[in-house]
């Protein structure tokens, strides 16, 4: 009895046991995986380190915490398992857990190592973050470089309104609004009592995360600096010395980059500075109201002439700049064709000023002699010229013939000048061309000059017919208007080279045809006259043979 006790004690505490240690670690897993999971939530470690490594979207869509909870659940139950194998004495099934589970625990004082390096440098970046940030945001840098960048606001009529309103409260001030801010203050404060407060007005995306992006950038860098030694940790040899190269690679070039990034930044506010300046005082000598007296400022669509010499300014101080800061990042591939075309841009500044000034002296010189040609046109009488040459148009205003005779006087001038300027520039084809345009335009005019002279003269030959006394002065003077309009025409076309061997065939033939007429008209028409004539020669030819004197018999002498 007691031997059967015996085996049944033993054989109890032999398949007790293993079970126990099931259940214990299986309730030992569970508890330390809620408490990991309810641990992480409650200080919220794993969702700034997930936001931090993936990013705030992707880190709200995945509970870390539970993730962590899962891992801490299973390893625990692994090891379990191992216990449940050993206390069964299964060696040769527990044996190859058991190694593994060696090499990773033999693995995780580097782990744990590269985490602390991870978290080491999480917190340094963090720190950089910040410290950014705040200087960034003390120092007004975003403020700043918008400011730089958009340029003051231009001047409205309420800034105007304002102004005087402020000028109007000091002490001896008397400036009273007009009628048109007095106008504009009473519509502005029915709309703001009809209508709800505006939203607050964000700034440019430009402006507003410069410093986020200076900060983040640092945050990155610094991550990234501790990557080889978190690698090294590791033990991952492998892939230390790519990235290990590849580290030493940026931060070789990381100061040619701010060199440039320096170089830049201050020649662009330098820029801007100047630009703002040199805009400044030529609106305050009246260049503005120079342009705008001079037609300058209509031509260039309103915009101010100030405003543009201020941007010609900026982009001849910022073309030297970056063509510098080109050549502080050392990158032959790139930098080497960037300059050589800012260089080529640089040196053909000089020629595009010269040609600027020549088409601008040109335009106030062909506005002063197209309104001298349109007045001197004017007062001898161009402007009746149409009803002189017969066509019954008389042109008024911008339509007269004087006023156009003026704008093709100023268009001429302008046209030599852009050729000129084209010539300066460089631009030999476009010259030729411009060239070959003028001397065609050149025949075309005298080609209208022609036909305008032969127009007047058909006229007068027309009218001096028609008060003559031949018979018919009606039809030949029609006829002969028809006439010296035909041959002048052919002369005008001629003279403009237009289809010249078709107007020399035309021509030919109509001259033949009127010579083949005319002895058409002859020959049917006179041939009564011409057999008479012809008869009367016939009878001459035979009294002279019937009389003629005998000839001597010959002997009649002796």
């Known amino acids: 009895m007691s031997e059967v006790t015996g085996f049944s004690s033993e054989d109890v505490i032999g398949v007790v046991t293993p079970i126990a240690v099931l259940v214990v670690g299986w309730i030992l897993a569970l508890v330390l995986g809620a408490l990991t999971r309810a641990?992480?939530?409650r200080t919220s470690l794993d969702e700034r380190l997930a936001s931090a490594v993936l990013g705030e979207g992707r880190a709200a869509e995945l509970d870390t915490a539970r993730t962590a909870g899962r891992v801490v659940y299973y390893t625990v139950l692994l090891f379990t398992a191992l216990a449940f194998l050993q206390v069964l004495s299964l060696t040769a099934a527990a044996q190859p857990i058991n190694a593994m589970l060696d090499s990773v625990f033999a693995f995780v004082p580097r782990l744990l190592g590269a985490a602390l390096l991870g978290l080491v440098a999480f917190a340094l970046a963090s720190v950089v973050r910040r410290v950014l940030r705040a200087a960034v945001e003390r120092w007004g840098v975003d403020r700043k470089l918008r400011a730089a960048l958009d340029g003051p606001a231009p001047k409205t009529a309420d800034d105007a309104a304002t102004a005087r309103s402020v000028t109007s409260t000091l002490p001896g001030a008397q400036v009273a609004p007009t009628e048109e801010e007095r106008v504009a203050a009473f519509e502005r404060a029915e709309a703001s009592a009809s209508m709800p407060p505006?939203?607050?007005v964000e700034p440019p995306a430009?402006?507003?995360d410069v410093g986020r992006t200076l900060a983040d950038a640092s945050f990155w860098l610094v991550l990234l600096l501790f990557v080889p030694a978190v690698l090294g940790t590791l033990g991952l040899e492998g892939l230390l010395a790519p990235v290990q190269g590849m580290i030493d690679d940026l931060l070789g070039f990381l100061p040619?980059?701010?060199?440039?990034?320096?170089?830049?930044?201050?020649?662009?506010?330098?820029?801007?500075?100047?630009?703002?300046i040199v805009t400044g005082l030529l609106s305050g000598v009246g260049l503005d109201r120079l342009s705008a007296r001079t037609g300058i400022q209509k031509a260039m669509g309103g915009r101010s002439?100030?405003?543009?010499?201020?941007?010609v300014v900026f982009t001849l101080i910022l073309l030297p700049v970056a063509i510098g800061a080109l050549d502080a990042l050392a990158l032959e591939s790139v930098t080497a064709p960037a300059t050589a075309m800012l260089e080529s841009v640089f040196t053909a500044i000089p020629l595009l000023f010269a040609a600027a000034l020549l088409l601008g002296v040109a335009y106030l010189v062909a506005r002063l002699c197209a309104s001298l040609v349109e007045n001197m046109l004017s007062a001898v009488g161009f402007d009746a010229l149409p009803e002189r040459l017969g066509l019954r148009v008389r042109g008024e205003g911008r339509s007269a013939p004087s006023a156009i005779a003026g704008k093709l006087t100023l268009i001429a001038i302008m046209f030599f000048a852009a050729v000129e300027a084209s010539r300066m520039l460089g631009f030999e084809t476009v010259a030729l061309l411009s060239t070959e345009l003028a001397t065609l335009a050149g025949h075309v005019l005298l080609g209208l000059a022609i036909l305008a002279i032969g127009l007047y003269l058909a006229n007068l030959a027309a009218r001096l017919i028609a008060r003559s006394d031949v018979p018919h002065p009606r039809v030949l003077a029609i006829s002969a208007r028809v006439v010296i309009l035909v041959l002048v025409a052919a002369m005008a076309l001629r003279q403009m080279g237009i289809a010249n061997e078709i107007v020399e065939l035309a021509f030919g033939l109509t001259l033949g045809a009127v010579a083949v007429a005319g002895a058409l008209a002859f020959g049917l028409g006179g041939r009564q006259a011409a057999g008479r004539l012809l008869d009367e020669g016939w009878r001459k030819l035979d009294r002279r043979e019937t009389y003629a004197p005998p000839a001597a018999e010959p002997g009649a002498a002796e």
């Open 39 to 41: 641990g992480l939530r």
């Open 198 to 200: 505006p939203p607050p």
């Open 206 to 208: 430009a402006g507003r």
């Open 256 to 276: 040619n980059l701010v060199s440039a990034a320096v170089i830049f930044g201050v020649g662009f506010f330098v820029a801007r500075v100047v630009q703002r």
């Open 305 to 311: 002439l100030a405003a543009l010499v201020g941007i």
